[in-house]
């Protein structure tokens, strides 16, 4: 597109291409963790030579920050690379998790599933159920960016509503809410395996504090998703749309030339949680269901609810070996452990059953080459993962996670910030760089490495900063420039609004952070005030 708009700039437009320069200026993942890594060296020998000490709660005698530009530290780098990038515990989870999930993408289930519900909701619960959708769509990874707001403009041109308002209300439930979901997902085996990384640089921590496991915050990730499907729907319906209509913004296409972008989408993709650039050809965006996708959604449902059936009933058998030594499954059992496994069976079986009937699998021969386009699509998290992997076993080997730990906590105790104030301001940090740092894994992994045990010093269960982690990391990436699906979406937006540029897209987004982001902040409120388990044997505090 051609054509020149001249517009008033306003503060609001100054203030986000401020962000986006400041942001532009930060280096890509990989490289930003090089460099964390090279300062981390660099600082733990500093403190190596001047013989600082930290006392560690749960050791007996002070501990020595180790230094890497040592004779130890270099024979421990050379000795433990390997180890370093194999043993990032968010590989042996989300890795498998992936290639299940890959199954139920790859063979239209999760899409189908989608174009369902949305295409067979009534108009009034039409952005209610949009809401519902982009929050729980995060389950497909990153597609739901470029997969959900489209469907949702056509479910509402459909039901004589602003397409604009499906287009913008999708994109933003699914940003806002990306750290959120009714089902387990990747994301929470990524985010389970990080903090679980850094727990033992405190050893009172390691002995004292529950494991954290992918349904860690699955009870607080099911309150999130419904409240903030229903605060997505509100802000669809009484918000954004009634704005679109008073701007004038027209309901059909005004411009052609973006029409091909509905229906072959060419775009900058978050790969794996991390940003590549790649090209995508997605298919045919049609709300509708052929009768033989139709028939495949009901098997493939069926198939997931006899397997929830046949595992619940293998649980619940006197002997059974998911029970711990005591009978039960709380604080620990082989259940707890088997997260990963019950997940892979309900994707992957379920999207198998999915593609055999809809045509899309041919045979089992396909399930490899379905697991093997999933691996590709997180390549690049496997490359970031050397880099992240390095930086996190420094920072435990090296003692600095401990220092910083133990004296974080002292100073904000003799400030006398200690309780739930101290996790306000810590959502507003994570909220804060959430602009800069779109990469939730890579945001985590420095959070994690510096907060999990200061605050877990101060009694918090690591499984709830992780949550107040998901709180900050996920509302303010709809507003960013720095999002490289706002691009796509501007491009979509365009079809019916030409003159439309980011700080359109941002004031319109606008409405949904701040709800969400408060809305969110009174769920936890409600957790830790109530005291109520975040996940299965997981609570607030540390033994409470």
Same mark, same amino acid.
């Given at each position: 597109?051609?054509?020149?708009?001249?517009?008033?700039?306003?503060?609001?437009?100054?203030?986000?291409?401020?962000v986006?320069?400041?942001?532009?200026?930060?280096?890509?993942?990989?490289?930003?963790?090089?460099i964390?890594?090279?300062?981390?060296? *660099? %600082?733990?020998?500093? !403190?190596?030579?001047?013989?600082?000490?930290?006392?560690?709660?749960?050791?007996?005698?002070?501990?020595?920050?180790?230094?890497?530009?040592?004779? $130890?530290?270099?024979?421990?780098?050379?000795?433990?690379?390997?180890?370093?990038?194999?043993?990032?515990?968010?590989l042996?989870?989300?890795?498998?998790?992936?290639?299940?999930? =890959? &199954?139920?993408?790859?063979?239209?289930?999760?899409?189908?599933?989608?174009?369902?519900?949305?295409?067979?909701?009534?108009?009034?619960?039409?952005?209610?159920?949009?809401?519902?959708?982009? %929050?729980?769509?995060?389950i +497909?990874?990153?597609?739901?960016?470029? *997969? &959900?707001?489209?469907?949702?403009?056509?479910?509402?041109?459909?039901?004589?509503?602003?397409? *604009?308002?499906?287009?913008?209300?999708?994109?933003?439930?699914?940003?806002?809410?990306?750290?959120?979901?009714?089902?387990?997902?990747?994301?929470?085996?990524?985010?389970?395996?990080?903090?679980?990384?850094?727990?033992?640089?405190?050893?009172?921590?390691? $002995?004292h504090?529950?494991?954290?496991?992918?349904?860690?915050?699955?009870?607080?990730?099911?309150?999130?998703?419904?409240?903030?499907?229903?605060?997505?729907?509100?802000?669809?319906?009484?918000?954004?749309?009634?704005?679109?209509?008073?701007?004038?913004?027209?309901?059909?296409?005004?411009?052609p030339?973006?029409?091909?972008? !509905?229906?072959?989408?060419?775009?900058?993709?978050?790969?794996?949680?991390?940003q590549?650039?790649?090209?995508s050809?997605?298919?045919?965006v049609?709300?509708?269901?052929?009768?033989?996708?139709?028939?495949?959604?009901?098997?493939? =449902?069926?198939?997931?609810?006899?397997? =929830?059936?046949?595992?619940?009933?293998?649980?619940?058998?006197?002997?059974?070996?998911?029970?711990?030594?005591?009978?039960?499954?709380?604080?620990?059992?082989?259940?707890?452990?088997?997260?990963?496994?019950?997940?892979?069976?309900?994707?992957?079986?379920?999207?198998?059953?999915?593609?055999?009937?809809?045509?899309?699998?041919?045979?089992?021969k396909?399930?490899?080459?379905?697991?093997?386009?999933?691996?590709?699509?997180?390549?690049?998290?496997?490359?970031?993962?050397?880099?992240?992997?390095?930086f996190?076993?420094?920072?435990?080997?090296?003692?600095?996670?401990?220092?910083?730990? *133990?004296?974080?906590?002292?100073?904000?105790?003799?400030?006398?910030?200690?309780?739930?104030?101290?996790?306000?301001?810590?959502?507003?940090?994570?909220?804060?760089?959430?602009?800069?740092?779109?990469?939730?894994?890579?945001?985590?992994?420095?959070?994690?490495?510096?907060?999990?045990? +200061?605050?877990? &010093?101060?009694?918090?269960?690591p499984?709830?900063?992780?949550?107040?982690?998901?709180?900050?990391?996920?509302?303010?990436?709809? +507003?960013?420039?720095?999002?490289?699906? !706002? %691009?796509v979406?501007?491009? !979509?937006?365009?079809?019916?609004?030409?003159?439309?540029?980011?700080?359109?897209?941002?004031?319109? +987004?606008?409405?949904?952070?701040?709800?969400?982001?408060?809305?969110?902040?009174?769920?936890?409120?409600?957790?830790?005030?109530?005291?109520?388990?975040? =996940?299965?044997?997981?609570?607030?505090?540390?033994?409470?």
């Amino acid at each position: 597109m051609n054509s020149t708009v001249t517009t008033k700039t306003t503060r609001g437009d100054r203030f986000l291409a401020g962000v986006e320069r400041v942001g532009n200026k930060l280096p890509e993942p990989f490289a930003l963790f090089t460099i964390l890594f090279l300062i981390t060296a *660099v %600082v733990s020998t500093a !403190m190596a030579w001047a013989h600082v000490v930290v006392q560690v709660p749960g050791k007996d005698e002070p501990v020595a920050i180790q230094g890497l530009f040592t004779g $130890e530290g270099i024979a421990w780098f050379t000795t433990t690379l390997g180890e370093n990038y194999i043993g990032f515990p968010p590989l042996v989870t989300v890795a498998t998790i992936l290639l299940a999930i =890959g &199954i139920a993408e790859k063979s239209g289930f999760l899409a189908a599933a989608i174009r369902f519900t949305i295409g067979s909701a009534p108009r009034w619960m039409l952005p209610y159920t949009v809401g519902f959708v982009g %929050v729980v769509g995060s389950i +497909m990874a990153d597609s739901a960016f470029v *997969v &959900i707001p489209p469907l949702a403009a056509l479910a509402f041109r459909a039901a004589g509503r602003h397409p *604009v308002a499906g287009l913008l209300g999708g994109f933003a439930a699914a940003g806002a809410g990306y750290s959120t979901n009714i089902f387990p997902t990747s994301l929470d085996a990524l985010f389970a395996g990080i903090t679980n990384a850094v727990i033992p640089t405190v050893p009172a921590l390691a $002995e004292h504090a529950t494991e954290v496991n992918p349904l860690s915050n699955y009870y607080f990730n099911v309150v999130s998703a419904i409240v903030l499907s229903l605060v997505a729907g509100w802000v669809i319906d009484r918000v954004l749309e009634p704005r679109i209509a008073r701007a004038g913004v027209s309901t059909e296409e005004v411009n052609p030339e973006t029409t091909q972008l !509905m229906t072959d989408t060419r775009a900058i993709r978050i790969v794996g949680d991390e940003q590549t650039v790649a090209e995508s050809q997605e298919p045919d965006v049609e709300a509708a269901l052929t009768p033989q996708e139709r028939r495949a959604l009901v098997w493939a =449902g069926a198939t997931f609810v006899l397997i =929830g059936v046949v595992l619940t009933v293998f649980a619940l058998l006197p002997n059974s070996p998911w029970r711990n030594e005591a009978g039960h499954f709380l604080p620990k059992s082989p259940l707890l452990s088997s997260i990963v496994f019950i997940i892979f069976v309900f994707f992957s079986v379920s999207g198998y059953v999915y593609g055999r009937v809809a045509g899309t699998v041919r045979g089992f021969k396909d399930v490899p080459v379905m697991m093997g386009a999933a691996l590709r699509d997180m390549i690049s998290f496997l490359v970031l993962a050397f880099v992240l992997g390095q930086f996190i076993a420094l920072f435990n080997w090296s003692g600095i996670g401990s220092w910083i730990a *133990v004296t974080g906590a002292t100073g904000l105790e003799n400030a006398g910030v200690t309780g739930f104030p101290v996790i306000i301001g810590f959502i507003l940090l994570c909220s804060l760089l959430n602009l800069f740092i779109i990469s939730g894994s890579s945001m985590w992994t420095l959070m994690a490495a510096v907060f999990v045990p +200061m605050f877990g &010093i101060l009694g918090f269960e690591p499984a709830f900063i992780q949550a107040a982690f998901r709180v900050g990391d996920s509302a303010t990436q709809v +507003m960013t420039p720095l999002n490289p699906y !706002m %691009v796509v979406l501007l491009t !979509m937006l365009r079809k019916y609004e030409p003159a439309a540029g980011l700080g359109t897209l941002m004031a319109r +987004m606008l409405p949904f952070v701040v709800p969400f982001w408060v809305v969110w902040v009174v769920i936890l409120v409600v957790f830790y005030v109530l005291n109520l388990p975040l =996940g299965p044997g997981v609570g607030i505090m540390i033994g409470a």
